[in-house]
């Protein structure tokens, strides 16, 4: 391994160049994420037990799609400058034309019709996506080899998730409207989703190209000729206690947490009658992640990963279960109430998403010092593909959830006892990530702060 000569050094042009890929990327991610729920079962007309399967199927692609792009990206060069460079442009233009058809109002389609539009066109979003992804985040490796410069790539990649992620958060105010029969409701309006679509897909390809002319390649990686036996990989992932710590602690965030997020702007529509109010919450969740970031490095050195995740989620969890007992009123007052709590409940959430990928990390190195065979690439393979099943799963959970509870799809109005179903069951999915990851993490994940430390010290030789 070896850097490249006669290049500029590594500077402010690189981490804003770097930061760029996850803003481009989250363009697309956050808006499918938070609003393909709502645009197909509120605007297309689809029922969510029909969105369950159509989510489990095309998340199954998803996440063998993430093993199949990432070897096709190692074994075939396609540029001559940058192995990785290519993949993102034609991946960008794919996020381009794939996130619109998904957004594109198809009311007048049979319901087959849209069913077979709606898992078609997902599918080829998440290739595009993987083929964007992929190589992004390979390509951290081969602009820099120091250790702090890398460590402030991570950083600005945080930053530069975090714009369209706030984005996402006011796009409340400009995608619902007030129904034309009764001007009191509000409505998702499925012209202004797909307006929206077009613009964040266009600036996410200019965002693109920016990291394209902006990010330098340093690092040069000769190819090895020994190839790691993936049954052998699959072996070591399940004898590896810490990783399937992490791995049942991540399945419980992403299926009952990350894939719920949608059902908060229901909570706010229908419970609290204003949907753009949903966007309080949004911010309140974002709160404990800012705040908590500053000082997570300086946390996890005295008390290591595993008990700030344990204590954060316990504290976090209790304050879930007290919510299902406040006087959370369908008032301005409610609202107060319930923003606040979520804002405590969020807390052991955002530390898991802040030293998640460090843990991994970590039980990744675990693995090599007790086998001595380097399988990075393919553990990671394999939890990440754990996590995308995760997603699909969870996208099921939370559509046949809001059936169980009374939920219509094709009303602009609930009842009064439905509209409270949802919010206790937002809460209760809550409570159930944070209780997974509890248990997970106290009983199962087995790195504790003294191995922290030793890999730290031998990182550092």
Known sequence: MKEKTSLRPFG??????????DMGCNFSFQLVSNYMLLFYTQCIGLKTTT??????????????????IGNLVDRKRIGNKSKFMPWIVIGSIGLIVFTIMIFTPIQGMSYTGKTIWCLVSYCLWSVAYTMVNVPYGSLHSVITEDPKQRTTLSTFRCIGAALPSVLVMVLPQVVYTNDTTNSDEQVLSASRLFIVAIVFSVVAFFVFMAMRHMVTERVVREDKKEKTSFFSAFKSYFTNRALLGITIATIGVVVFYNSSMSVNNLVFQFYFGDAKKSTMAMIASYIPLIAIMPFASKIVAKIGKKKFICTSSLVSMIVGILMLFLPITP?????????VGLMFVNIGCCV??????AIVADCIEKSYREKGIREEASLYAL???FRKLSQGIGSAVVALALSAVGFVESANVQTDQTSENIKNLYIIFMIAALAIMLVAMKFVYNIGLKEEQEFGASQSE
């Open 331 to 339: 008032d301005t007052k409610g609202i107060v109430i319930y923003v």
């Open 383 to 385: 939890y990440s593909f």
């Open 352 to 357: 898991f998403q802040i030293i998640v990928w």
């Open 51 to 68: 969105w369950a399967w159509i989510i489990v199927v095309s998340k199954a692609w998803d996440a063998v799609n993430d093993v199949l």
């Open 12 to 21: 402010m042009r690189d981490k804003i160049g770097y930061a760029f890929g």
